[in-house]
């Protein structure tokens, strides 16, 4: 028999969708003591949470979090919501004891995420950060090789994470689709919506950043506002590039913008080490590039591996061998990691301290572009 895990979702938007899916399919495919239940969703319309509870299977709605999170049948919440309201809702439902799952980044900034950090910590409740891409499988498959040493030492790390959605001047900023435009609601530009994931990825499979020399740039500069139907200054990074120095001694360099015309989510990294070099694009997610050099001269080359075998991560629990699963499974695993760290008293990463640490990451670079200096990050 499964535990009841009870769901208190905030937000109703494509992360909404993206989590409910999680907690659906996950008791499907993974053997598990806990079974999440979909127990209430929360949005300022009641029409639009009754549409959502409706479709995705809640069964009950509020329109107040602060209700949500009072409730005695939510063991869980689950945060959807734009960037400047996690860490109020955030640090309500750890005073309450409730656990915390928080979209990304996990703050406006590192001091807020700070007082998050403590908050959980000082309620000892489980939390996480959806950083979801640590949980395709070819991207954990990377982790693996990683730290079996393939690499050897490693001398590059190289991200980019690009779109070309924002281009057009006559594009508003701000209110529910439009939030990430408003700085006041993002905290950021791209460089908390993309490069958060480039360098949540980058910490975990490379370890911790020592300073780093960023610049951004803002390239339509007024924008008509959603709420006060004015021509307002955007606030935001359109554009956000560093090079940096890893405390491997690797070097960094990472872009992220939404002015990329004809890119739509190109996520890639690549690594390069003494050994061997691993390169993954979100386009063509299933798949690892990897070269080792060891190989024997006359086959030697860039293997392109299908990560879909049993033996890989994750793919056990999937169909069969050649089969290939996509964006929403990283999600379904990420609830299972979490789902098993309850099990095991082992939490699944990342938590809201190793989540703090990108943000660090996060500040440095606005710092580092507003100063035009290097800037060393400040460790979590
Ligand atoms: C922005 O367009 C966005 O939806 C991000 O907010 C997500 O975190 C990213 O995974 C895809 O792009």
Known sequence: MTKPLNVGMIGYGF????????????????????????????????DKARAFAE???????????????????????????????????????????????????????????????????????PNMVWYNYRRVPAVTLAKQLIDEGRLGRIFHYRAKFLQDWTINPELPQGGTALWRLDVAAAGSGVTGDLLAHCIDTALWLNGPLDS????????????????????????????????????????????????ARGHKALY??????????????????????????????????WRSIHVTDGDHPYMGNWWVPGLQIGYEHSFVHQVADFLKGLETGKPAMPDFRDAYRTQLVLDAILQSAHEQKWVTVARG
């Open 15 to 46: 992360m909404g969708r993206a989590h409910s899916n999680a907690y659906a399919q996950v008791n499907h495919f993974f053997d598990l003591q806990y079974r999440p239940v979909l127990k209430a969703v929360c949005a300022r319309s009641a």
């Open 55 to 125: 479709k995705w299977g809640y069964e009950s709605v509020e329109t107040d979090w602060r209700k949500l999170v009072e409730r005695k049948d939510i063991d869980l919440i689950d945060i959807c919501t734009p960037n400047n309201t996690h860490a109020d809702i955030a640090i309500a439902a750890a005073g309450a004891g409730k656990m915390v799952l928080c979209e990304k980044p996990l703050a406006l900034n590192g001091a807020e995420g700070l007082r998050m950090v403590e908050a959980v910590e000082k309620a000892r409740v």
């Open 212 to 259: 780093i020399n960023a610049m951004t740039e803002t390239f339509v500069k007024e924008r008509k506002h959603n709420l006060t139907g004015k021509v307002e200054k955007v606030g935001i990074d359109d554009a956000a590039l560093f090079m940096g120095r890893f405390h491997n001694g690797s070097l960094a360099s990472f872009e992220s913008t939404r002015y």
């Open 268 to 301: 890639t990294f690549e690594i390069n080490g003494e050994h061997a070099s691993i390169f993954w694009d979100l386009h063509d997610l299933h798949r690892l590039q990897y070269f080792d050099h060891r190989d024997q001269g006359l086959v030697r080359g």
